[in-house]
């Protein structure tokens, strides 16, 4: 029996001497969220399938997401249960294009038999011991964190959990403190806990199964948030994050300011043991895998007023090493300005310019409705060609668009429709072209 089962077994059996107690069952909720998911990956270099490169990936999915809320029992310290179920249904893989290789967990959205072909469906149950005393939350078992060194990604089907603890705490007025530990991870395309990895590694073989963090926010005014927060994946990397977010409103609208600054290095055998290299190091190895070691500075301005969003940012990914998270190359999130549909620009040595525009139609009559635009250009890629080389000039760019629509009242409220759309080129070698398109069909049902 795993720790995490012992723990939510304890919870279990104090929640039962306590069940009538106030506030555990009246303040419970729970939620039951449907998602039709379709997703079209075309490979536009006409070379690719006979490299072994599938020319398209497609697949089309029913995911369905229960989230059940208890409140907590009453005393001091008061006691909960958080679950989470998850289930998966294969609508179509695209006639065995679900994008599966020989190396990796599953294909785009399913899981992946031992013939590479996606499964009919997939499953898993998550549940969270919780305790509160004062203004201080501890919580054990599958979380879902949305923190600047660690994000749970959930731009497919299902979302990616972790399992883990986490303590929240906020004792003091305007500062948020949080800490914990992640032990596994579940893809968003598995239904089984996995070690914790970067890009670069073998996940199979070179992982690890502790990843603690820690860090807090600080309102300083109502505009103006500052933060900071540290990571570590034993054996694989130490990073130090900085951020400021400010909302200043000028004339008829607001700009937002977003800083973020991260710091990272080596940690452990990845500091001298190839198996837990990252990628883009040129340094150790013409292969381009090395030791972490990365410094990335990202700005964005957005300026809003009556329904228009618009504005532009710059970031700059210095250091010998790409920029490491947590990523077991089954799908996965960073905290960048710059993760986009299909790409992350955080490559070593790479500079990344974007900009953004978005409308809110609710402005002119149509509440609901949604578009935005993002293009993004990255230069100055460290690459390699017959032989070490670094600051190669290698380009990349990347154009979304995204259109939303959100039924706002009556009998289907909260039924939603999106399309999100992404071009993807680059000049990077061994690096294949892509258009993407994902359709989203999604509606939410209160259960209690």
Do not use: C
């Not at 919870?11 to 107690?21: D, E, H, I, P, R």
């Not at 399938?49 to 398209?56: E, L, P, V």
């Not at 369905?64 to 809320?69: G, H, M, P, R």
């Amino acid at each position: 029996m795993n720790k995490s089962t012992v723990a939510v077994a304890v919870a279990l059996g104090l929640l039962a001497q306590q069940a009538s107690a106030a506030g555990f069952i009246e303040d419970s909720k729970a939620t039951l969220k449907l998602r039709n998911f379709y997703i079209n990956n075309d490979n536009r270099d006409s070379g690719a399938h006979a490299n072994g490169i599938q020319s398209k990936a497609e697949e089309w999915g029913q995911g369905f997401q229960v989230d059940y809320t208890s409140g907590f029992t009453e005393g001091t310290v008061g006691f909960g249960l958080d679950a989470i179920a998850l289930l998966g249904v294969r609508l179509d893989s695209g006639g065995g294009t679900n994008g599966a290789s020989a190396t990796s967990y599953g294909g785009t959205i399913f899981p992946s038999k031992s013939n590479g072909d996606a499964v009919n469906e997939y499953s898993s149950l998550g549940l969270t011991a919780k305790a509160k005393i004062s203004q201080t939350e501890l919580r054990y078992g599958t979380l879902l964190p949305k923190l600047p060194v660690i994000i749970a990604n959930d731009g497919r089907l299902l979302p990616q959990t972790f399992e883990g603890g986490q303590i929240t705490s906020n004792e003091f007025k305007d500062l948020t403190l949080i800490g914990g530990q992640i032990e596994h991870v579940k893809g968003r395309n598995s239904s089984n806990n996995e070690q914790m990895s970067i890009g670069g590694a073998n996940a199979r073989s070179a992982n690890s199964n502790k990843f603690i963090y820690a860090g807090g926010d600080y309102k300083v005014t109502k505009d103006l948030t500052l933060q900071y927060y540290y990571g570590n994946l034993d054996k694989f990397y130490k990073q130090n994050f900085l951020g400021l977010i400010h909302n200043w409103a000028i004339g008829p609208g607001v700009l937002k300011t977003d800083l973020r600054y991260f710091n990272s290095r080596d940690d452990g055998k990845n500091g001298y043991d190839p198996a837990y290299f990252g990628n883009g190091n040129y340094n150790s190895s013409a292969n381009g895998k090395g030791k972490i070691d990365n410094n990335l500075y990202s700005g964005l301005l957005l300026y809003t007023v009556e329904g228009h969003t618009f504005g532009g940012g710059y970031q700059v990914s210095n250091g010998s090493s790409d920029f490491p998270w947590l990523n077991q190359g089954d799908g996965s999130s960073a905290y960048l300005t710059t993760d986009m549909q299909i790409q992350k620009f955080a490559r070593a040595g790479e500079r990344t310019w974007q900009a953004r525009y978005s409308y809110d139609f609710a402005k002119v009559g149509v509440p609901g409705l949604s578009a935005g635009a993002v293009y993004l250009r990255g230069n100055n890629i460290d690459t390699v060609s017959g032989g070490r080389e670094n600051n190669s000039g290698a380009t990349e760019w990347e154009r979304d668009i995204t259109v939303a629509y959100v039924v706002q009242e009556g009998t289907l409220k909260n039924l939603g429709f999106m399309w999100k759309n992404a071009m993807w080129r680059n000049t990077i070698d061994g690096q294949r072209n892509q258009d993407e398109n994902r359709l989203i069909v999604s509606y939410s049902i209160p259960l209690l």
